[in-house]
Nanobody, 125 residues
């Protein structure tokens, strides 16, 4: 069993930065690929970024690559999402998720093994 708790969201001006954290409980964190997703009001949940269990491989939504960076620290059971040059359209609830497969975690239709409760990110113009 893995529990995921996101933190680091908040209100930031356009052009600013935030770093989200997702802390996982349980001893098996390092065996899971991890992903970040987001859902804006009135929109469907979308994929943001994913990282393999070892942290060697990463994958990003094309539209976000270059501004967002995913990383993980298996010793701390934590995955991060560094978000730079934020834009108002980045406003959303951000969720982390865990899945056994790095190949399939990129799809929002994949039934994730675990989800966090989400953290709100609001970018003002």
């Amino acid at each position: 069993q893995v529990q995921l708790v996101e933190s680091g969201g908040g209100l930031v001006q356009a052009g600013g930065s935030l770093r989200l954290s997702c802390a996982a409980s349980g001893r098996t964190f390092s065996s899971y690929a991890m992903g970040w997703f987001r859902q804006a009001p009135g929109k469907e949940r979308e994929f943001v970024a994913a990282i393999s269990s070892s942290g060697i491989r990463t994958y990003y939504a094309v539209s976000l690559k270059g501004r967002f960076t995913i990383s993980r620290d298996n010793a701390k059971n934590t995955v991060y999402l560094q978000m730079n040059n934020l834009k108002p359209e980045d406003t959303a609830v951000y969720y982390c998720a865990a899945h056994s497969s790095f190949q399939t975690i990129r799809s929002v239709s994949t039934p994730m093994d675990y989800w966090g409760q989400g953290t709100q990110v609001t970018v003002s113009s």
